[in-house]
Structure formats: structure tokens, C-alpha cells
């Protein structure tokens, strides 16, 4: 795989004769993460209120350095506050990782997803086998992918919901726009047909 | 200020507009800032010095430090070796194996932030160790992995 940003690189070098030779340089995925990272270059605002989950800026380094270090650091705000605590009691059974931290660390981070937790409609359940809840089982989370087929979430580059990234090209970017899903099979998504 | 969704309202209870907006431009220089002192060769010294107290004699092997590398301790079920996040080749990239993000190359040649700071090192051997080893790693063997991860140099 090349990395995305040597495809901004060739999006400004290469000179396509014509369209079709453009589109054929790139996947969509590819496509998408070149606007995202272009968008991000020229800080151009990726989505302004709606479909944005920034992390808020007052976000301790350890924040993403810890967070960020496995998965996508997610936003405080998808999961609620008894939610983010019992996460942050249990590191060291994370889910079925050991994610460890010194206890200023630790501390730092539970304040801060607490202080911008969400409220009850990302309240997730505690799972039964103790482990501690998860965001993507929160009632929010479940409603906003409820289209979203069992195939998809099976995929090998997905492995685990909580992957935001493998369909939200620029969930990195703190963005879910609609128009910036890529499913797995790598086409743009579409919704089938509206039923809510 | 920006105005927030109503579909998405009810995840900011305190929304506090663009004030909430982080640079991920800034994130990124804030954290190259800090400074990294130390070689892959004084983090490896360091530990092999702590070795070194409880096993006269000792030096670092490239050689027993692959093998730990490689070895399939059968521990977690899915991380039972280093490898399987790492990759087998330590200059190329691994993938976590169950978050599938991406991971930097573990050897210094090809990563050069890689083992210049001793309180990241013992962060990470303090948590993958006990992961993949079911146990802390010994200072030699901490000695030993950098040793094979720098190429015996």
C-alpha cells in the first residue's frame, strides 16, 4: 500500500492525460484520504458542525499519545461519563489488551474524557463478561449504523467496530460526513433506501 | 460559533462551538518538541548495565534478542508473539492485531524514533511484556531485543 502522503505528491506532479486516466490512479479510499489530508493542508474547516467529532482541544498529550497509539483516539463525547470511568479503572483488561498506564497518565486522560462525556443516549451497557462497556453498543452508535450490513462489519479490514477509520476516511481528521465513507468493498457508501 | 447538527446535538451537552476545535497541525508539533536525547545504543547500555548487576559478565546478543522477538509464547490468543503486531521483518511496518492500525517499523534503521526515550521504552516493554509474555521482561532481555533491533551494533 502507498502511503497517502505521497499520493498528495503525485496528485500534484502526475499529469493525467484526461479524467478517466485521473480516476483510474485512484481508489475511492484513496481519493477520499487525499481530500482529507488535503483539506487538512490548506486547514480548511473538513466539517463545520454536523457530522463533526473533533477531539476538544484541551485534550491532555497523553491523550493522544496513549489513546491514539492502538486505535483511532476516540471522541470523549461517544461514550458517557460512568462509561469513560469504569474504561479507565480496568486498563489493564482493555478489552483484551493490556493498556497500562503510569497513574498521573491515567488520571489526566479519565479527567478529561469524563469532563466532555456524552450523556445517556451513549450510555453502553456493561458487557457480561465484565469487561467494560463499549461505545460502539451505545443506543447513538447502534441507530447511526443500523444500515450498515453484518458483512461489513465482518470484513477483515474492519475486525472490530470501534475501527472508524476503515469506512470514515477522514475519522482521523476528527470528520464523518456521509460523503466521505468508502465501505469495504471500496465503493463510496449508498444508502439502499430510506426507511426512517 | 458553529452551529451543531440537531442530529448530533445531543452529543455535546456543553458545546461550546469553535472553541472546541483541536489543530491536529499543532498536535503533531507539540509532540515532535520533545526532546529525545538518548540512542538506541544508551537505552540498550542502560539495561544491560541493570543485567549486568544480577548476572556478572553479562553483555547484549542480537541473537537472543531475535529469538524473542520471534518466539510464540502462546500467552494472549491474539498477540503470541511480538510479531503479531510487529510484523516478522522488524524494519517494515506491523499492524495491531486487533485494531488493525498501523504500527512504525520497530528497528531504529528504518524508524528513527524508535528506543531514544528510556520512559517510552519501559512504558512499552512494562506493557507488551506482560501481554505477550504473561510476565516483565528481564533488563537482559530488554538489552538483548534492542540489540537485535539495532542489528547488534
Known sequence: MR??????????????????????????????????????????????????????ANAPPAFQAECGACHLAFPPTLLDARGWRAVMGRLDRHYG??????????????????????????????????????????????????????????????????????????????????????????????????DN | M????PEYAELFPDHEGDKMRTSPILLTILMTASVQAATPTDLM???????????????????????????????SAKMPSCTSCHGDDPTQGGRHSVTTKAIKPLAPAANPERFT???KADKWFGRNCKEVLGRDCTAAEKADFIAFLTGGR
Open chain 2, 45 to 75: 547500555k542502560g539495561y544491560a548495565a541493570e543485567a549486568s548487576r544480577q548476572q556478572a559478565g553479562f553483555t547484549p546478543a542480537a541473537k537472543r534478542g531475535a529469538d524473542l522477538y520471534q518466539r510464540n509464547f502462546g500467552i
Open chain 1, 97 to 194: 489488551d493490556n493498556a497500562s498506564l503510569d497513574e498521573p497518565a491515567r488520571r489526566a486522560i479519565e479527567d478529561f474524557l469524563v469532563r466532555h462525556a456524552g450523556g445517556d443516549k451513549v450510555r453502553a451497557p456493561v458487557s457480561a463478561n465484565g469487561e467494560p462497556p463499549r461505545l460502539t453498543a451505545s443506543p447513538w452508535f447502534k441507530r447511526k449504523h443500523h444500515e450498515v450490513p453484518d458483512k461489513d462489519w465482518q470484513d477483515a479490514k474492519v475486525k472490530s467496530p470501534a475501527n472508524c477509520g476503515a469506512c470514515h476516511t477522514c475519522a482521523a481528521e476528527g470528520s464523518y460526513r456521509e460523503r466521505e465513507i468508502i465501505m469495504p468493498n471500496g465503493r463510496p457508501w449508498e444508502e439502499e433506501d430510506d
Open chain 2, 117 to 119: 526515550d528510556r520512559a
Open chain 2, 2 to 5: 458553529i452551529a451543531v447538527n
Open chain 1, 3 to 56: 502511503h497517502p502522503s505521497s499520493l498528495i505528491v503525485m496528485r500534484g506532479l502526475a499529469s493525467p492525460r484526461n479524467r478517466k486516466d485521473f480516476t483510474r490512479m485512484f481508489t475511492h479510499r484513496q481519493r477520499a484520504r487525499n481530500a482529507c489530508l488535503f483539506a487538512l493542508l490548506l486547514s480548511l474547516p473538513l466539517a463545520a458542525g454536523a457530522d463533526k467529532l473533533v477531539i476538544p
